[in-house]
């Protein structure tokens, strides 16, 4: 049992994940790999995604993504160790790019009536048009590439029969988190965890308390708190019309004070987006609730405050149609913003882990049950070669928080991401040298990973595409930090 801080050994993992971004010249303290540029369009066919096309064939209208071929710089923002400055820095070179690049699409889509919505966190714009409005981007230098306002279905989790309340549950009793608390005295405090998924049931008894607008008093502040770009809650307020976004945020922070301590990390508080409605995501919703957790804004959508940008982001969502959210990714990692997904419940086959888990700037989570036997549908593998998912977690018959202040057992790879989550949560708060330090952190996990050696999918004992660094152990990892 690790007592105190230790001298850390670089993990094969985390080795690949230095060598990357430093082969990249970017930002190897903090993960980035962004370069600005401006070259030549490509050829038209390869620019527009064939189902943009089709979806315009009828020669009615649609809605599109165009990218621009200019991107933010980053890579200074490596050098930054103060959060508030790196932050700064990181949203001000965003938005400026994306102010400068889009100028003229913009005022020629303004001339002529055409709809659209702009993005900074990826340099692209939402378009309303035509065929006719199609042919004419694809002849701009300004243009990379469009692709449809893509739809997904959110993977419904493996559900299970309702367990009674146990105080603190099997999960969170596995990965040692009581310990976190009791003999380190650290529950999450200061940090704030962030969903991109279905929303969150805020008045929840386990959730209320930790949930970042509670003022008090039973007043709320929904401000900066809250994004519902899905556009699904009927009222201004944190909602959740599906499930699965209540169920993650329990396992992250839930605690109600009595029966129910559901929670990685009950100390740390909660914000949300609900990118995802119902339980299916769009393209659009994905990339407006990604650029409000880098900087929050009020309930009209003005006002950004960096000062209340959340410190982990975790959603259980897979997108297999391709990188398309890396950017999004990268500039989270830029900011200090520590992303956890979910590897996906594709499994058992290998080479199961889509995007975004397969990105290296993710940290992928794949599912065991309570003997530490990984789950069959655990995705395990990247489908790009690399090793995937990057650890286990709990992930099977998982008691949490679901709408309507009741709870529920849950199984999948979300449910395991969470736990990762909290983890980071109590991590950065028992260790300020920590805070917006990933490569750090995914050491830390790593190293603090139980090793199971399972080489159905290729790997080693210590790092494979099942388990990856192994069992999840919050205790050692929190009690690693420096």
Avoid at 7 to 17: E, H, K, V
Avoid at 351 to 372: D, E, F, K, M
Avoid at 386 to 393: E, F, Q, T, W
Avoid at 397 to 415: D, E, H, N, Q
């Amino acid at each position: 049992m690790i007592m105190a801080p230790v001298p850390l050994a670089t993990t094969r993992r985390t080795a690949r994940y230095l060598a990357a971004a430093a082969s990249t010249a970017v930002l190897a303290a903090a993960g980035l790999a962004a370069t600005a540029h401006a070259g030549p369009a490509p050829q038209p066919a390869a620019l527009v995604d064939p189902a943009v096309y089709a979806e315009l064939a009828d020669g009615g209208t649609t809605e599109f993504l165009v990218y621009l071929t200019d991107t933010a710089d980053l890579s200074p923002a490596a050098t930054l160790t103060d959060r508030d400055q790196r932050l700064a820095y990181g949203y001000e070179q965003l938005t400026s790019v994306a102010e400068t690049s889009q100028a003229d699409l913009r005022a020629m889509l303004d001339a002529r009536g055409v709809p659209y919505t702009p993005y900074w966190i990826t340099n692209a714009l939402l378009v309303t048009g035509d065929a006719t409005l199609l042919a004419e981007l694809t002849r701009r230098p300004d243009v990379a590439r469009i692709e449809p306002d893509r739809e997904w279905e959110l993977p419904d989790p493996t559900s299970s029969p309702a367990l009674s309340p146990t105080m603190v549950e099997w999960n969170i009793a596995m990965i040692r988190a009581p310990q976190v608390w009791n003999e380190l005295g650290v529950t999450g405090e200061g940090i704030t965890v962030a969903t991109i998924e279905t929303g969150v049931e805020y008045d929840h008894p386990a959730l209320v308390n930790q949930y970042r607008g509670n003022l008090g008093n039973g007043t709320f502040d929904h401000n900066y708190h809250w994004f519902d770009p899905a556009g699904a809650c009927p009222a201004p307020a944190p909602c959740d019309l599906h499930g699965h976004g209540t169920h993650l945020a329990g396992t992250m922070v839930g605690d109600d004070g009595v029966d129910n301590q559901i929670g990685v990390a009950p100390g740390a508080q909660w914000i949300a987006t609900n990118a995802c409605g119902y339980g299916s995501c769009s393209s659009s919703a994905l990339l407006a609730a990604a650029q409000w957790l880098i900087a929050p804004t009020d309930l009209t959508g003005d006002n950004p405050r960096l000062d209340l940008t959340p410190h982990v982001v975790v959603s259980g969502s897979a997108w297999p149609q391709g990188p398309w959210f890396e950017q999004v990714i990268q500039a989270w990692v830029a900011v200090g913003i520590f992303p956890v997904f979910a590897a996906g419940n594709y499994g058992p086959g290998c080479g199961t882990v889509t995007w975004p888990a397969s990105s290296p700037w993710v940290y992928a989570v794949g599912a065991h049950n309570a003997q530490g036997v990984i789950a069959p549908s655990s995705s395990r593998g990247s489908f790009l070669g690399d090793i995937k998912p990057d650890v286990a977690a709990p992930g099977v018959m998982i008691r949490s928080a679901v709408p309507g202040g009741g709870y529920a057992s849950l199984g999948g790879t979300a449910t395991a991401a969470a736990h990762v989550a909290g983890t980071v949560a109590l991590i950065w708060s028992a260790s300020p040298a920590t805070v917006g330090a990933i490569p750090l952190t995914h050491q830390l996990l790593d190293q603090g990973a139980v090793d199971v050696s399972d080489l159905s999918c290729g790997g080693t004992p210590g790092n494979n595409n099942v388990y990856g660094e192994g069992r999840l152990d919050a205790y050692a990892s929190v009690a690693a930090a420096p």
